[in-house]
């Protein structure tokens, strides 16, 4: 027994590759165990070349219990096939391939799924019927979605064995509380006048590089007939390094401004490109699709095309995962077809513009991706509307309080200038204040955000976050403001008697100490540390509601 149990094992063997393990060629007696949530690729071999092997449809159909999923396998290149499989339920299921191929039609295999041990892994990012303004993981756990835009992110490392750049960047946007990436899946180069001090260091430039293409040839001479795998699998290893930093991918899988040589629209090149994305990352928990950035600006593609690649990727996602389109005139139109409302918004008005949408979208999360806040850089890569730091970090704010989510933008990273480490630049460099944002990250990880409603009669001259059930509200006071001028930001349905007050600085992530709430008297508050100094937030606690 013990020799036919070597036998078995024979066939074979885990590897850790940037931390998707694969199982190479497994015989279907062979039990293939792997952790909840955890990504594996299953790999078979075809013995004969395949004629057009991007375009072949070859499924696994996942059965468990009374439950059954449909995944597709996707060609990796030297008669491979990739079954890329993760899950969020424990327990055995079994899958049998079908589809095109007759060579791997019938194959079968058994996956035992074992329950995650990781603490802060919870599982793909979804919404729920009953708190359907706000995301959630798989487990039930409140995602709060803090975004960093890096479109150039792919660029990193790419033809390094390691992700030595990749991973230093990763590392520090986690350590200061960002949760999600913007990124585009490829993307060649600006088409604006770009700093002419960054051509002096051309270790930061990753605009127009002619060596990474997803299809072949390169964007200057395109080939779009086949695909470029080596391109892909570089793009493995940044998603599962998100991953395995728990970070979430935000994947725009278009870019139409950035002088990308496309296939036309829906052209057999153009599906194939598109369904190998969704068929190659779909299994990693971490992604969210979008199906472009700016999708309707610029003249190319049309509702009706968004539209189709929507469905085309509901079709063909086996783990249905969060979709939407970066752009709010879509969304705003086809509300049925997004799970959840991007805009893009610099209106000074921000926030009354974020309450409307939130109005207007009552059972869909509401996501400002683009705010036109760019955090100054040591090059001038594109300054939007707003550069100073803590202009930047209010316009977060901004959103958050209007109970919406935000990405981040800093010029030294949204785009082709990358600078990967950029706390070990030469003193005097400009360094961004990633800090802000770690203290954001706090509040969140204080407070049960997902319980809180923005509550606009109730601001004074601030913005105001109530969570009835649990008796706390937020108040955010910018630093010019000198008083709220009135005492209407409790609810009058509330009692304060037993209340405590304490404020909270955004600029230092600083807690005050909790005091017996003191209403305004005058016109001013009895006590307000950091006056003039930051933007800060009032937080009161223990309210008591009078309704019986």
Same mark, same amino acid.
């Given at each position: 027994?013990?020799?036919?149990?070597?036998?078995?094992?024979?066939?074979?063997?885990?590897?850790?590759?940037?931390?998707?393990?694969?199982?190479?060629?497994?015989?279907?007696?062979?039990?293939?165990?792997?952790?909840?949530?955890?990504?594996?690729?299953?790999?078979?071999?075809?013995?004969?070349?395949? %004629? /057009?092997? $991007?375009?072949?449809? +070859?499924?696994? &159909?996942?059965?468990?219990?009374?439950?059954?999923? =449909?995944? #597709? @396998?996707?060609?990796?290149?030297?008669?491979?096939?990739?079954?890329?499989?993760?899950?969020?339920?424990?327990?055995?299921?079994?899958?049998?391939?079908?589809?095109?191929?007759?060579?791997?039609?019938?194959?079968?295999?058994?996956?035992?799924?074992?329950?995650?041990?990781?603490?802060?892994?919870?599982?793909?990012?979804?919404?729920?019927?009953?708190?359907?303004?706000?995301?959630?993981?798989?487990?039930?756990?409140?995602?709060?979605?803090?975004?960093?835009?890096?479109?150039?992110?792919?660029?990193?490392?790419?033809?390094?064995?390691?992700?030595?750049?990749?991973?230093?960047?990763?590392?520090?946007?986690? %350590? /200061?509380? $960002?949760?999600?990436? +913007?990124?585009? &899946?490829?993307?060649?180069?600006?088409?604006?006048? =770009?700093? #002419? @001090?960054?051509?002096?260091?051309?270790?930061?430039?990753?605009?127009?590089?002619?060596?990474?293409?997803?299809?072949?040839?390169?964007?200057?001479?395109?080939?779009?007939?086949?695909?470029?795998?080596?391109?892909?699998?570089?793009?493995?290893?940044?998603?599962?390094?998100?991953?395995?930093?728990?970070?979430?991918?935000?994947?725009?899988?278009?870019?139409?401004?950035?002088?990308?040589?496309?296939?036309?629209?829906?052209?057999?090149?153009?599906?194939?490109?598109?369904?190998?994305?969704?068929?190659?990352?779909?299994?990693?928990?971490?992604?969210?699709?979008?199906?472009?950035?700016?999708?309707?600006?610029?003249?190319?593609?049309?509702?009706?095309?968004?539209?189709?690649?929507?469905?085309?990727?509901?079709?063909?996602?086996?783990?249905?995962?969060?979709?939407?389109?970066?752009?709010?005139?879509?969304?705003?139109?086809?509300?049925?077809?997004?799970?959840?409302?991007?805009?893009?918004?610099?209106?000074?008005?921000?926030?009354?513009?974020?309450?409307?949408?939130?109005?207007?979208?009552?059972?869909?999360?509401?996501?400002?991706?683009?705010?036109?806040?760019?955090?100054?850089?040591?090059?001038?890569?594109?300054?939007?509307?707003?550069?100073?730091?803590?202009?930047?970090?209010?316009?977060?704010?901004?959103?958050?309080?209007?109970?919406?989510?935000?990405?981040?933008?800093?010029?030294?990273?949204?785009?082709?200038?990358?600078?990967?480490n950029p706390f070990e630049q030469a003193e005097g460099v400009y360094k961004p204040r990633f800090d802000y944002f770690s203290h954001m990250r706090k509040l969140y990880d204080t407070f049960n955000i997902e319980n809180f409603k923005p509550s606009p009669n109730n601001n004074g001259s601030g913005y105001n976050l109530s969570n009835e059930k649990e008796g706390i509200i937020m108040l955010f006071m910018p630093k010019e403001n000198f008083t709220i001028m009135f005492d209407g930001l409790i609810n009058?349905?509330?009692?304060?008697?037993?209340?405590?007050?304490?404020?909270?600085?955004?600029?230092?992530?600083?807690?005050?100490?909790?005091?017996?709430?003191?209403?305004?008297?005058?016109?001013?508050?009895?006590?307000?540390?950091?006056?003039?100094?930051?933007?800060?937030?009032?937080?009161?606690?223990?309210?008591?509601?009078?309704?019986?």
């Open positions: 027994m013990k020799k036919n149990i070597i036998l078995l094992l024979i066939g074979v063997f885990a590897i850790s590759n940037a931390q998707v393990k694969k199982w190479d060629n497994p015989k279907s007696n062979v039990l293939i165990t792997i952790p909840q949530w955890e990504v594996n690729d299953i790999v078979f071999h075809t013995k004969n070349r395949i %004629q /057009n092997p $991007f375009d072949k449809n +070859v499924f696994a &159909l996942v059965n468990a219990n009374r439950d059954s999923q =449909k995944v #597709p @396998l996707f060609f990796n290149g030297n008669n491979t096939w990739v079954l890329r499989y993760s899950s969020a339920s424990e327990g055995i299921k079994n899958f049998t391939i079908t589809g095109d191929l007759k060579e791997l039609s019938g194959k079968k295999g058994t996956i035992s799924i074992l329950k995650n041990t990781k603490k802060d892994r919870h599982g793909g990012i979804t919404t729920s019927k009953e708190n359907p303004q706000h995301f959630f993981y798989q487990d039930g756990k409140h995602y709060s979605n803090l975004a960093f835009e890096c479109d150039w992110l792919f660029a990193l490392d790419y033809g390094q064995k390691e992700l030595s750049k990749t991973n230093q960047l990763l590392e520090t946007i986690r %350590q /200061n509380g $960002f949760s999600q990436i +913007v990124m585009n &899946l490829y993307t060649y180069d600006v088409s604006w006048p =770009k700093d #002419p @001090l960054l051509a002096q260091h051309p270790e930061h430039e990753y605009g127009g590089s002619e060596k990474m293409f997803p299809f072949l040839g390169s964007n200057s001479k395109p080939d779009f007939s086949s695909l470029n795998v080596a391109f892909f699998d570089h793009f493995d290893k940044v998603i599962a390094s998100m991953h395995d930093k728990e970070l979430v991918s935000h994947l725009m899988i278009y870019v139409w401004n950035k002088k990308v040589a496309w296939p036309e629209m829906n052209s057999p090149e153009d599906n194939r490109y598109y369904d190998y994305v969704i068929k190659h990352y779909q299994a990693f928990p971490n992604m969210i699709w979008d199906v472009s950035k700016e999708a309707l600006h610029y003249g190319r593609a049309t509702n009706e095309y968004i539209s189709e690649r929507i469905a085309r990727t509901k079709k063909l996602d086996g783990y249905q995962r969060l979709i939407s389109v970066h752009d709010y005139g879509f969304c705003r139109n086809h509300p049925d077809e997004v799970d959840f409302i991007s805009t893009q918004n610099w209106r000074h008005t921000l926030y009354q513009h974020m309450i409307d949408a939130r109005t207007d979208f009552p059972n869909k999360p509401i996501f400002n991706i683009e705010h036109g806040g760019y955090e100054e850089a040591p090059y001038k890569v594109f300054p939007g509307a707003y550069t100073n730091a803590e202009s930047c970090l209010r316009r977060n704010y901004m959103c958050f309080f209007a109970g919406a989510y935000s990405t981040y933008y800093w010029q030294g990273t949204s785009w082709n200038a990358i600078i990967h009058k349905d509330f009692s304060s008697a037993n209340a405590t007050q304490q404020w909270f600085n955004t600029y230092t992530g600083e807690f005050s100490e909790e005091r017996k709430y003191e209403k305004i008297k005058d016109n001013f508050w009895p006590w307000q540390p950091w006056r003039g100094e930051a933007d800060t937030i009032l937080i009161i606690r223990n309210l008591k509601s009078k309704k019986k």
